[in-house]
């Protein structure tokens, strides 16, 4: 039994020996961390590491392991408010339920939705969320301070559409100077890395498109869009310009190392050698694609054909652990059980795409995402002392397919801790829940949302009401 609390670990130079480190090859035993001013500085065999350093105390660690905290590819912080109100919606719900709810949302509830949002990622073993953008009226530095405060590594997208749903526009220049100054703004922060976004291709010209990306691609910034979701925007597209959405993109050169497109699931064969010709990074959204998509994207194909690609919630539950185990078996139930491929990435594709890869494909490979020198220490503390992980003989799978978020000790990034237990260390969570449960009923009840499925109680006297009676014999 472990005796130490949250405050050992919030020293500035930190010797950790867990006794296991999830290393980017894998776990291993025996081995050590030493933090310094929030990097990792070595990572080494104990002996080695502790001989370096004989005046420090190492923090030992049992039954423990030290793992790369998670990474989000696809979240909307500001829509933690609905993310109950859209289940058994049919597709393109940002229509009926995402711009009006978004909105609806002044300065203050936009900060306690998106701290709300950035709480629940934390909980679920999320050192970095990857946000898409927002279309509320309020600037989007709200939602930078929110994930700021409460201590989560953001990639923060800002929305460059020059085309609204009203038929107006907002001039080309307009666009790039803002998007300049969202870039300019950001650029020295220790937590927020900024981004640009278009919500979908059909939001903007082509000529802002480029733009935008090609601004990215300068900046060393990643460039975020919705493609290819669904069946209805993809045949939008085909009307109006004779191709794919991502046939567009990629013909109008568009696409490139600096994009990271969500979801991505109706791919032709053609469209999946335009995204590996194309260096572009892909987020695979299982839960969103079980939740309200048409189809599950070619996660496998894209590990295959190297294609970068992380793994994002799109905000619908902010649970690492049940999302690589979505991940998984959405692999496995759309493409490997057809093809009698019962390995379905071998468990520690889904580990590695969630940390490295995930942290890769949202512009951060040399920020965060493995337990490597140099990188920030963004870590979790795992209690490997439960009875499901018992006893062990592959933790890799073990960790996608039965670990939970209530074994994460500690939830610690650029070296500090900011959660333990589940709960902030310095931060009133209670607080925080107690806001925005007043403020998310009067959002909701103002914001002119068109919900289409009943709730489960409506649904079932629906069902029970039209059941055949049998009759009498
Ligand atoms: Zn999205």
């Known amino acids: 039994m472990n005796s130490f609390d949250h405050s050992r670990l919030d020293e500035d130079e930190l010797l950790l020996e867990p006794e296991w480190v999830l290393l980017p090859d894998g776990p291993a035993r025996r081995h050590a961390v030493l ?16 001989s370096r350093h004989p005046d420090l105390t190492p923090l030992r660690m049992d039954e423990t392991l030290l793992m790369p905290g998670l990474v989000d590819t696809h979240h909307h912080l500001t829509q933690s408010f609905g993310k109950a109100l859209v289940f058994g919606e049919p597709s393109e719900i940002f229509r009926r339920v995402w711009v009006p709810l978004e ?5 203050e ?6 701290k709300l949002a950035a709480l629940e990622s934390l909980r679920g073993g999320f050192t970095t969320v990857c946000d898409a953008g927002t279309r509320m009226e309020p600037d989007v530095g709200v939602v930078a301070e929110a994930a700021s405060d409460a201590g989560i590594r953001c990639v923060l997208g800002m929305i460059c559409n020059d ?30 890395h900024p981004s640009l976004a ?8 082509t000529p802002t498109l480029a733009a935008v990306s090609d601004l990215c691609r300068s900046r060393g910034a990643v460039f975020q869009t919705h493609v290819n979701e669904h069946l209805a925007a993809v045949e939008r597209s085909l009307e109006r310009h004779g191709r794919r959405p991502l046939e567009a993109l990629f013909d109008d050169g568009i696409l490139g190392a600096q994009c990271l497109l969500a979801h991505v699931t109706l791919l032709t064969p053609t469209e999946i050698t335009m ?46 652990f049940r999302l690589m185990d979505a991940a998984e078996t959405a692999q496995r139930l759309a493409y490997g059980a057809q093809t009698g491929d019962s390995s379905t990435g071998g468990g520690w594709t889904w580990l590695d795409h969630a940390t490295s890869g995930g942290a890769a494909a949202a512009g951060l490979g040399g920020v965060t995402g493995s337990v490597t020198e140099g990188l920030a220490a963004d870590y979790l503390l795992v209690d490997l002392a439960v009875p499901e992980m018992l006893p062990s003989w592959d933790m890799e799978w073990e960790l996608v397919r039965l ?7 500690a939830v610690v990034i650029g070296g500090r801790p900011r959660l333990w237990r589940g709960w902030p260390v310095d931060w009133d969570a209670r607080q925080l829940m ?40």
Not at 35 to 50: D, I, T, W, Y
Not at 198 to 205: N, Q
């Open 103 to 107: 909105a609806g949302l002044d300065e």
């Open 434 to 473: 107690e806001d925005a449960r007043r403020r998310a009923q009067k959002v909701v009840a103002n914001a002119p949302v068109h919900i289409v499925h009943p709730t489960a109680g409506e649904h079932r006297r629906v069902h029970r009401a039209h059941r055949p009676t049998r009759a009498p014999e």
């Open 109 to 114: 509830s936009a900060y306690l939705a998106s």
């Open 163 to 192: 085309l609204r749903p009203d038929g107006g526009h907002e001039p080309h220049d307009a666009v790039l100077a803002r998007a300049q100054a969202h870039l300019e703004r950001w650029d020295r922060h220790d937590l927020i």
């Open 403 to 409: 670990a939970n978020r209530d074994q994460i000790l």
């Open 275 to 320: 995204l590996r010709d194309s260096g572009s990074a892909v987020s695979y959204n299982p839960v969103a694609s079980s939740w309200k998509g048409n189809a599950v994207a070619p996660a496998l194909t894209f590990a295959a054909q190297g294609i970068r690609f992380g793994i994002g919630t799109d905000g619908t539950r902010g649970d690492g």
């Open 35 to 50: 933090v310094r001013h929030g990097v990792f500085a070595e990572v080494g065999p104990s002996e080695a590491v502790e």
């Open 198 to 205: 278009v919500s979908i291709p059909e939001a903007a010209t």
